[in-house]
């Protein structure tokens, strides 16, 4: 019986699979700096509570837009209430949100992308060209609309790019549905008698998750940058909720003698949409098998 | 006309079917028949585009809905009509009486699975066993393949295995549920020469030592007068010529036949210079009148003008061409 056609020990297997990972990490720093960036940005909304030295929402009359400082790392608002400890909270409300809209557009879009695939004909076409629709308005414009339309919220919010953010998940899935749909092995399974459900559980979706991912790990940043304009002007994160967009936005009136007001959550908006676009950056190159990383 | 008997299994009789397309149909089966029966090996010879694989895939049922449509002509698989079964019946009739072996072994297994799962899942869809008894079961398949470790293959992605390897995985999901039937689809065309061997000897022990017929579609005499019990040649989605491979090799009788051999080295002359069949197969989106061979045949003449019938020359022996015809008839 020494036919085989592989005589590599298990091990080895296992450890060249570890040292591909390593290596493709290695090679693309900007991703490990992305993929820090999300890792902190993740501590920080499981501890701020922990990390932050104040409650977010207490006054302090008498340190009403106080400059950093030991006491006040990141400076003070216009009623006193520390900005550090609000941008370490800002993060659950303004990142939080995003991985929420991102989650459920994703599972959301991915299924009705692969029943679109895979059912065909007039539901395809009709599920389609509502896609196309959305994806005809801006994707701004008609968040706000929808934000707006459904009273302003952060629940309200979240649906609203939530939907706005379907189109581009179902347009994925379906795609990949479709290709994967003609590959030899989904063949070969319906020729053993598999049932479509079957297929689109075992066969399609796992194959077509990698790019999902991708796309919603890319998403992540813009995203944040929706969540927070949403709140920028008044239809996301309502006050006294510490959101980095709301703080944007009434920072603004302080912008020329108390810089400090609107930069941090206005920094802490750009690093952590920049660290996520990098992350899904690295993702991408490492995922996509035209790159060969398979 | 006397044939080995046996259950028929699958019994296509004079299909035919188009695709259509933007251009107009393209008639890809043109009046087919063709039977298999209980533990024979049958083989579907041909270039490619002839319809080897549109006939197999049609008695299953996988062609794509919507662009194949049969214009005449049946088939009974199993003595039910495919067309007309419900899509849970299909189900049932694929995997459990009739599975497949695809040709390219590369792509016919899912990347983000276990073998073992892929294995284990196909058993148990069509078997009452339970986990432990159908993985048993898969490693006890995977050993007839002649894979050494089979419990480690069990655990391995395809990737990690060869291409060989990989066939031998396929060919044990193939067998796993013990059909009637089973369609090897050019099952050695994407792999080297010397595994070649070894598959085609798996195929035909494991067929054996479980009385599966098996239908092997090749475009490879040599392969083919190997394994095969009879064979049908099929040229430009007719049947050109059927009967024992033994027959069918000593004396062939349709001159596309005659071609195919002569293509292969050493199998009927040796130090000979081998030949190749000029041009190509006719349009079938516009198939010439008479004998669709006709241009490319070197004993053409007038009463190729007129489509042959496939008609019998001899016992066990049919084969579509007018000079065949006439001389059995005079003989």
């Known amino acids: ?294 | 006309m006397s044939e080995p008997s046996g259950d028929v299994l699958l019994e296509i009789s004079d299909l035919s079917l188009v695709f259509r397309t933007s251009r107009g149909p393209i008639k890809a089966l043109n009046g087919v028949s063709l039977n298999v029966r209980a533990g024979e090996i049958v083989g579907i010879v041909g270039e490619s585009g002839c319809g080897k694989s549109v006939t197999m895939m049609a008695a299953t049922r996988l062609l794509p809905k919507g662009s194949a449509h049969i214009t005449a002509g049946g088939i009974r698989l199993f003595g039910n009509d495919p067309m007309k079964l419900s899509e849970r019946e299909l189900q049932h009739v694929r995997g459990k009486l009739v599975s497949t072996i695809f040709q390219e072994p590369m792509n016919a297994l899912n990347p983000t699975r276990r073998i073992g799962e892929q294995i284990v899942e196909i058993i148990r869809r069509h078997q009452r066993l339970d986990a432990k008894a159908a993985t048993s079961k898969a490693i006890g398949l995977l050993r007839d393949m002649l894979i050494s470790e089979p419990e480690r293959i069990m655990q391995a992605y395809p990737f990690e295995l060869s291409g060989g390897m990989r066939q031998r995985v396929l060919i044990a999901m193939a067998f796993s549920c013990e059909p009637k039937l089973i369609i090897a689809d050019e099952p050695t065309t994407a792999l080297d020469v010397t595994v070649q061997a070894l598959i085609l000897s798996l195929i035909k022990h494991k067929a054996a030592s479980t009385g599966t017929a098996v239908v092997f579609i090749s475009h490879d005499m040599a392969v083919v007068s190997q394994l095969c019990d009879r064979l049908y040649v099929l040229y430009a989605g007719r049947v050109a010529e059927a009967g024992t491979t033994a027959s069918v090799l000593a004396a062939p009788a349709h001159p596309y036949t005659r071609a195919l051999i002569r293509c292969l080295p050493g199998l009927v002359a040796p130090k000979q210079p081998l030949e190749q069949i000029l041009g190509t197969l006719p349009d079938l989106l516009d198939p010439p009148a008479g004998c669709l061979f006709k241009a490319r045949c070197r004993e053409a003449d007038e009463r190729c003008k007129a489509v042959p019938p496939l008609a019998a020359i001899g016992a066990a022996r049919r084969a579509a061409c007018w000079r065949r015809i006439e001389e059995t008839q005079s003989a």
């Open chain 1, 1 to 294: 019986m020494a036919v085989d056609g592989i005589g590599a020990p298990r091990q080895a297997v296992s450890r060249f699979r570890e040292g591909r990972l390593w290596y493709r990490v290695k090679g693309s720093p900007l991703t490990l700096v992305g993929a820090a960036i999300a890792l902190v940005v993740l501590f920080v909304i499981i501890a701020a509570p922990l990390l932050a030295p104040y409650p977010p929402d207490k006054i302090s009359l008498s340190a009403r837009l106080a400059a950093p400082s030991l006491q006040h790392v990141f400076g003070t608002d216009e009623v006193g209430r520390d900005l550090f400890s609000r941008v370490l909270f800002g993060a659950r409300a303004s990142c939080g949100i995003a991985f929420a809209i991102v989650i459920l557009s994703t599972v959301i879009g991915s299924i009705i992308g692969c029943l679109s695939g895979v059912v065909g004909g007039i539901v395809d076409t009709a599920i389609m060209r509502l896609m196309d629709v959305f994806l005809a308005l801006p994707a701004l414009i008609l968040a706000m609309a929808l934000s707006a339309a459904l009273g302003p919220s952060l629940f309200n919010a979240m649906l609203a790019v939530a939907v706005v953010r379907v189109p581009a998940y179902v347009r994925l899935a379906r795609g990949q549905t479709l290709s994967l749909r003609n590959r030899t092995y989904v063949k070969a399974s319906r020729s053993f008698g598999a049932s479509p459900a079957y297929l689109l559980r075992w066969h399609i979706l796992p194959n077509a998750l990698s790019p999902i991912i991708v796309q919603a790990t890319l998403d992540l940043g813009g995203t944040i940058l929706t969540a927070a304009a949403l709140s920028f002007i008044g239809l996301g994160a309502q006050p006294p909720t510490s959101e980095w967009g709301s703080m944007v936005s009434s920072g603004r009136n302080y912008f020329l003698d108390q810089w400090w007001y609107i930069t941090f959550p206005g920094l802490a908006i750009l690093i952590s949409a920049m660290g996520f676009n990098l992350l899904g950056d690295g993702l991408r190159d490492m995922l996509d098998p035209r790159l060969g990383g398979r």
